[in-house]
């Protein structure tokens, strides 16, 4: 136990580090650094929405440098093909006596962090290429299966206003994602500070904190960290709340949801939770830890229903009504 407060430790104090190095870059934005920062260290793929001009690239693009590990951007088209994400086999010449064999060129998904940019662009076809990655942590071409170098993240980006030309990700692709984390717009102060740091010719170097190999072992620490039963119950209880005609069910939920968070709910707000706690140097999670993370865990697996569409009930909205009540 001494190893793993050891490790708990070490890791505030990076996550210290890496909170300096990214300021250096983004302006303000604290929350949604800190809850990425809690999705790559509990080893979750984040899905992330904003409008245009939020820095979410950036932000991306900010971690990956701060953690030396291997970025790769996929831009989402509506013609991008699955070949384009987990590569191809192309036939190349060879010192055989055939003269010519296939040969596998890898795609940008054997990366450490991937960010797939506007992932709603593209059609269910070529989302799907990412779901065996995102749970398996491989590929498979042919007959040949390649594993994927740990740590492994995909972190998404959606635009909400743009509706023309879009795939919204079916369920079984938004389940896979443990946060769903929504961008708004800087405050005036955070603003002013942008528009006067963009704007000058000097980029900000950002030193590397962590490698691969460090965040594989931090997280394999977190997930050793002890539960007490009443934090355990409180999750579930919190993520079964979700589901309408269950004895957990609000009179809201009964009215408002039409499909409510699955199992999956449970396990990510425990390691969420659990990640949270050793983010702040603690060695076991309290329930404040899971409410913390509720909302950005739960939001993206509730299904509303028309009654509340019509009515302007959100996902999140439904989500504060619960930890108002349990």
């Given at each position: 136990?001494?190893?793993?407060?050891?490790?708990?430790?070490?890791?505030?104090?990076?996550?210290?580090?890496?909170?300096?190095?990214?300021?250096?870059?983004?302006?303000?934005?604290?929350?949604?650094?800190?809850?990425?920062?809690?999705?790559?260290?509990?080893?979750?793929?984040?899905?992330?929405?904003?409008?245009?001009?939020?820095?979410?690239?950036?932000?991306?693009?900010?971690?990956?440098?701060?953690?030396?590990?291997?970025?790769?951007?996929?831009?989402?088209?509506?013609?991008?093909?699955?070949?384009?994400?987990?590569?191809?086999?192309?036939?190349?010449?060879?010192?055989?006596?055939?003269?010519?064999?296939?040969?596998?060129?890898?795609?940008?998904?054997?990366?450490?962090?991937?960010?797939?940019?506007?992932?709603?662009?593209?059609?269910?076809?070529?989302?799907?290429?990412?779901?065996?990655?995102?749970?398996?942590?491989?590929?498979?071409?042919?007959?040949?299966?390649?594993?994927?170098?740990?740590?492994?993240?995909?972190?998404?980006?959606?635009?909400?206003?743009?509706?023309?030309g879009t795939y919204p990700l079916p369920e079984a692709q938004l389940d896979r994602f443990m946060f769903y984390i929504t961008i708004d717009y800087p405050s005036r102060d955070e603003e002013i500070k942008i528009a006067?740091?963009?704007?000058?010719?000097?980029?900000?170097?950002?030193?590397?904190?962590?490698?691969?190999?460090?965040?594989?072992?931090?997280?394999?620490?977190?997930?050793?960290?002890?539960?007490?039963?009443?934090?355990?119950?409180?999750?579930?209880?919190?993520?079964?709340?979700?589901?309408?005609?269950?004895?957990?069910?609000?009179?809201?939920?009964?009215?408002?949801?039409?499909?409510?968070?699955?199992?999956?709910?449970?396990?990510?707000?425990?390691?969420?939770?659990?990640?949270?706690?050793?983010?702040?140097?603690?060695?076991?999670?309290?329930?404040?830890?899971?409410?913390?993370?509720?909302?950005?865990?739960?939001?993206?697996?509730?299904?509303?229903?028309?009654?509340?569409?019509?009515?302007?009930?959100?996902?999140?909205?439904?989500?504060?009504?619960?930890?108002?009540?349990?």
């Amino acid at each position: 136990m001494s190893d793993i407060t050891n490790q708990i430790q070490m890791l505030k104090t990076a996550h210290t580090r890496l909170k300096t190095e990214i300021a250096k870059v983004i302006i303000g934005q604290d929350r949604i650094v800190e809850q990425v920062l809690t999705g790559l260290f509990a080893n979750g793929h984040i899905l992330i929405e904003g409008v245009p001009g939020l820095a979410k690239t950036l932000l991306i693009q900010s971690i990956a440098r701060a953690l030396n590990l291997k970025f790769s951007r996929i831009q989402f088209t509506p013609d991008l093909m699955p070949s384009d994400i987990t590569g191809t086999d192309i036939l190349v010449s060879t010192n055989t006596v055939q003269g010519k064999e296939f040969q596998y060129i890898k795609g940008p998904v054997f990366a450490n962090i991937i960010l797939a940019d506007e992932i709603n662009r593209t059609p269910p076809k070529t989302q799907s290429a990412l779901l065996q990655a995102m749970q398996e942590y491989h590929v498979t071409a042919g007959t040949k299966t390649w594993e994927l170098e740990l740590p492994f993240i995909v972190l998404a980006t959606q635009n909400p206003i743009e509706q023309e030309g879009t795939y919204p990700l079916p369920e079984a692709q938004l389940d896979r994602f443990m946060f769903y984390i929504t961008i708004d717009y800087p405050s005036r102060d955070e603003e002013i500070k942008i528009a006067a740091l963009t704007s000058q010719n000097a980029p900000q170097d950002l030193l590397p904190v962590l490698s691969g190999q460090e965040i594989v072992s931090f997280q394999k620490a977190i997930r050793q960290l002890p539960v007490t039963d009443h934090v355990l119950q409180y999750a579930v209880k919190l993520a079964r709340a979700t589901r309408p005609n269950q004895p957990e069910a609000s009179p809201e939920v009964n009215k408002w949801v039409s499909w409510g968070a699955g199992p999956r709910a449970s396990q990510y707000l425990i390691l969420a939770a659990k990640t949270a706690a050793a983010l702040d140097g603690r060695l076991t999670p309290a329930e404040e830890d899971v409410r913390r993370v509720a909302e950005i865990v739960l939001q993206h697996r509730i299904l509303v229903s028309f009654t509340a569409e019509a009515e302007g009930i959100k996902p999140s909205d439904i989500v504060k009504i619960l930890l108002e009540k349990t």
